[in-house]
Nanobody
Framework: QVQLVESGGGSVQAGGSLRLSCTVY????????MGWFRQAPGKEREGVAT???????NYPNSVKGRFTISKDNAKNTLYLQMNALKPEDTAMYYC????????????????WGQGTLVTVSS
């Protein structure tokens, strides 16, 4: 059984930074795409970053240049460094795994965590 546990959320002012972490407990096949997704109240889920086994990374335009996804395989941990945060980045952030490469839309997610809340005030 696989469990993803996110941490690092919090409240920051616009322009601030946060670093989210997602620790993977159990085994996820190495070919799986890992990613970060977010969902704000009343809005659809949005992918903010994905990373493949070979290191290929995808971001939507809304976060490109501000967010950086990375992983530490030795620690079974996925990270999301978020800089220059904006109020519109306020959402619950989830990490997830997908068997489909580049699944930024999150259509094929097979496992995800409980989420960590990010609140950005103006």
């Amino acid at each position: 059984q696989v469990q993803l546990v996110e941490s690092g959320g919090g409240s920051v002012q616009a322009g601030g930074s946060l670093r989210l972490s997602c620790t993977v407990y159990g085994h996820i096949h190495s070919t799986y795409c890992m990613g970060w997704f977010r969902q704000a109240p009343g809005k659809e889920r949005e992918g903010v970053a994905t990373i493949e086994r070979d290191g290929t990374i995808n971001y939507p335009n809304s976060v490109k240049g501000r967010f950086t996804i990375s992983k530490d395989n030795a620690k079974n941990t996925l990270y999301l460094q978020m800089n220059a945060l904006k109020p519109e980045d306020t959402a619950m952030y989830y990490c997830a795994a997908s068997p489909v490469a580049g699944d930024l839309e999150g259509r094929y997610l097979e496992v995800w965590g409980q989420g960590t809340l990010v609140t950005v005030s103006s």
